[in-house]
């Protein structure tokens, strides 16, 4: 399979424990997404990476918060001191940077994150 | 935030019948593209409509794009079962050099066998 894919695909953790999310984009996409999104809504944008540089980064982002991608493929998003609040489905999308398929984001299957 | 809205939130329909769904925005956009996402499975690119386009076609899919009203619709023709799903339209700001998307509520679309 050569989709974005993510690890991993469910995570139960206490309030106040650390947890850390990985997105692996299909191989050639230079341009990487996080996105929250929980239930009844459509994702938020949080983060994103063109290659290994984190380029904008949301206010929806609080310093509990941290991503990077640090050979510019894989990426991993971190939360600190989890709460109940986070709880969440994390979807990871990669991009091309160039060519007819430029603008289409390519989604992960997410990570569902409860918070106990 | 969310950019927009969609209406209906949800919807459920006979299978064969045509579905449409609405998607209005807030700023100005350079493409506005549509998503699936099915339960327990991620989002699907389904298609994209640039702002200087009015209307576009894939398959059973048809798309129009107003930017002096800031809305979209999305018409699916001859619905199957397997087109129960949730629909998220996207928008793409102009002048983001993050080609971010931001996305609506989403509409929920039931067909009934």
């Known amino acids: 399979d050569t989709g974005v894919s993510q690890n991993p695909r469910h995570k139960i953790t206490k309030r106040g424990q650390n947890v850390t999310f990985r997105c692996d984009p299909i191989?050639?996409?230079?341009?990487l997404y996080w996105y929250r999104q929980t239930l009844g809504q459509g994702p938020e944008f949080l983060t994103y990476?063109?290659?290994?540089?984190?380029?904008?980064k949301s206010r929806l982002l609080s310093d509990r918060f941290s991503a990077e991608r640090p050979k510019g493929s894989f990426s991993t998003l971190e939360i600190q001191r989890t709460e109940q609040g986070d709880s969440a489905m994390y979807l990871c999308?990669?991009?091309?940077?160039?060519?007819?398929?430029?603008?289409?984001?390519?989604f992960g299957p997410g990570t569902r994150l409860t918070v106990t | 935030s969310q950019q927009g809205e969609e209406d209906p939130q949800a919807l459920s329909i006979q299978e064969g019948e045509n579905a449409t769904m609405n998607c209005s925005y807030k700023?100005?956009?350079?493409?506005l593209q549509w998503y699936r996402q099915n339960s327990g499975r991620g989002l699907v690119h389904l298609i994209l409509?640039?702002?200087?386009?009015r209307e576009k076609h894939s398959g059973r899919l048809r798309v129009t794009l107003d930017t002096s009203k800031k809305s979209s619709s999305l018409l699916i023709t001859a619905s199957r079962a397997a087109d129960t799903a949730s629909y998220f339209c996207?928008?793409?700001?102009?002048?983001?050099?993050?080609?971010?998307?931001?996305f609506g509520s989403g509409t929920r679309l039931l067909v009934r066998p």
């Open positions: 990476f063109q290659n290994e540089a984190q380029l904008e």
């Open positions: 999308a990669s991009s091309l940077r160039e060519g007819p398929r430029l603008y289409e984001q390519y």
């Open positions: 191989s050639e996409h230079n341009r």
């Open positions: 409509i640039r702002s200087n386009e």
């Open positions: 700023t100005s956009i350079n493409n």
């Open positions: 996207a928008t793409e700001a102009r002048m983001d050099s993050s080609y971010k998307l931001i």
